[in-house]
């Protein structure tokens, strides 16, 4: 997108409106979001929401023919964490299916308008010399 391209301008614009106005079902998918994992073994499965939080664990009853408390917690805690990744994973498609890339709204990095750090640096002591101009005349 050029700097000075209109048509580009208001594309970007009806495409943020459209982002928008996706945002409560963008919301209510995410919020219904679940991300499941089943460990190596096959003895336990967790099922987490979208803040990943624990909404399921089942555990196999043969986990009780070789008891190991530390073995079975190590166990839920990585397939939680397997849980977790995926449902982060299915949030991060729903998002970004429905808010436009970075560089369709900025450009490609080397040709992304100056950002607010960059513009201050640039008219650093503007004011000042446009107050003292003023007061000089």
């Not at 050029?2 to 580009?8: H, I, L, V």
């Not at 009780?64 to 839920?76: D, E, K, V």
């Not at 970004?96 to 201050?120: F, I, S, T």
Request: without cysteine.
């Amino acid at each position: 997108m050029g700097a000075t391209d209109p048509s580009a301008f208001l594309s970007l614009a009806q495409e943020l409106r459209r982002s928008l106005g996706d945002a409560a079902e963008t919301q209510r998918r995410v919020l219904s979001v679940t991300g499941s994992a089943t460990s190596p073994d096959g003895l336990v499965t967790v099922v987490v929401g979208p803040r990943g939080q624990l909404v399921d664990l089942r555990i196999d009853p043969r986990v009780y023919r070789r008891p190991n408390a530390g073995a079975l917690a190590a166990t839920i805690l990585a397939t939680a964490r397997a849980a977790v990744e995926q449902a982060v994973e299915q949030t991060r498609e729903l998002v970004d299916a429905r808010l436009p890339k970075a560089d369709d709204l900025l450009g490609p990095r080397g040709q992304r308008p100056p950002g607010v750090r960059e513009l201050m640096r640039a008219h650093d002591g503007d004011l000042k010399r446009i107050m003292d101009a003023d007061r000089e005349s």
